[in-house]
């Protein structure tokens, strides 16, 4: 089965054509980074109008790609949520129109389940049941993993994702735009130890983060510093290191308190070198991750995830209404 993903919940469209038999075929991503970059941030109604620029010409792209008529495509999947509204509905009324006129079912895709899914698309796949940390821009979610459609949600962040917390840091230390591959470039120059971040409710029992406190301290750091250019490295690697430490301890306590010895990684700050470094040091646990260009949104992952879904389906009965879910919690899917 020949299944068209669609990714367009944020400032990337993402588009792929994943076969169930021969895996993934083609790849396109356009990322809209530049044209946000003079906000410092996504512009909603401008992520919109350029996600309806790119992608009938990234479809056709990625057909010719992939040498596949457009007869042959099997099934649409598209990212339904969550994400911004907007931009959700560029991506759904795309995908149900290509699914209407071809005669195939069309499906609506959790972006997050395409995150969670999207090591799988690796060779050496981690097999079912694991535990996965989810970070991306939105999320810090902590998922006890049973099977596709299975997750039971352990922890969470109670106000900034960590991502959130990468670029707002960014932004306050006058770094570019997202700010985590910043934040990251910059660590890589800093002296350890300069500078001490708490590492936010890690004191007390439980599984949820906290990560908005680490962005004020990095910014009455950067205050009382002479705000050279090795303070501002030096607090950049100290608030990496307090986010990954962060990351880790919980990811070791979810493992013991699940009893599962396969993690797995996923969303953009799974892009993160020291985060990888760092989970791969916890003592009998297999870790697995996205490759690098998969960590960020992508439509690899929806293709993938929505071909797991519509195998497992049999006739899905294609209306012509659609909607889209700016917010759509993971623990409220049930299995295909
Ligand atoms: O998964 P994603 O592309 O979009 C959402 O679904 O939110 O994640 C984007 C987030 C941004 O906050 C970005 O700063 C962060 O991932 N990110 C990183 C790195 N690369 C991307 N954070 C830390 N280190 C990185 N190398
Ligand atoms: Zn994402």
Redesign the pocket.
């Known amino acids: 089965m020949k299944v068209l993903g669609i990714e367009s919940?944020?400032d990337?469209t993402g588009i792929a054509l994943y076969d169930s038999e021969q895996g993934l075929l083609a790849h396109e991503l356009y990322s809209q980074i530049a044209l946000h970059a003079e906000y410092g941030g996504v512009v909603p109604e401008l992520a919109s109008r350029d996600h309806i620029r790119k992608t009938l010409p990234l479809i056709e792209s990625v057909l010719k790609q992939a040498k596949c008529a457009r007869h042959e495509i099997d099934a649409v999947a598209y990212t339904a949520g969550p994400?911004l509204m907007g931009a959700l509905l560029v991506g759904a009324s795309i995908g149900r129109s290509i699914a209407w006129a071809l005669g195939v079912p069309a499906l609506g895709v959790n972006?997050?389940e395409g995150?969670l899914l999207s090591p799988l698309l690796e060779e050496n796949p981690p097999v079912f049941p694991f535990l996965s940390l989810l970070?991306?821009?939105?999320?810090t979610l902590l998922i006890d993993v049973q099977s596709v459609g299975q997750y039971a949600i352990l922890g969470e962040s109670i106000d900034d994702?960590?991502?959130?917390a990468?670029?707002k840091t960014?932004k306050l230390l006058g770094l570019a735009y997202?700010?985590?591959?910043a934040?990251?470039a910059l660590a890589e120059q800093g002296e350890a130890g300069r500078f001490i971040f708490p590492k936010p409710m890690t004191n007390r029992p439980g599984l949820d983060f906290s990560f908005s406190g680490l962005k004020t301290f990095a910014m009455n750091a950067w205050m009382d510093s002479d705000k050279t250019q090795q303070d501002k490295a030096d607090i950049a690697l100290a608030f990496?290191t307090a986010a990954v430490e962060t990351l880790a301890l919980k990811c070791k306590r979810a493992l013991k308190q699940s009893g599962r010895n396969r993690l797995v990684v996923a969303?953009?700050?799974s892009?993160?070198?020291s985060?990888r470094i760092r989970l791969d040091t916890l003592h009998g646990v297999e870790t697995f991750y996205p490759r690098q260009e998969f960590?960020?949104?992508n439509g690899a992952m929806i293709a993938f995830a929505g071909c797991m879904r519509l195998a497992e389906m049999g006739e899905v009965q294609s209306d012509t209404s659609f909607s889209a879910q700016p917010r759509w919690s993971l623990a409220s899917l049930s299995p295909p």
């Open positions: 919940s944020c990337e994400g972006h997050m995150h970070v991306s821009g939105g999320h994702a960590v991502g959130e990468f670029d960014a997202p700010g985590g591959p934040i990251a990496e969303g953009g700050v892009a993160n070198k985060l960590c960020s949104d």
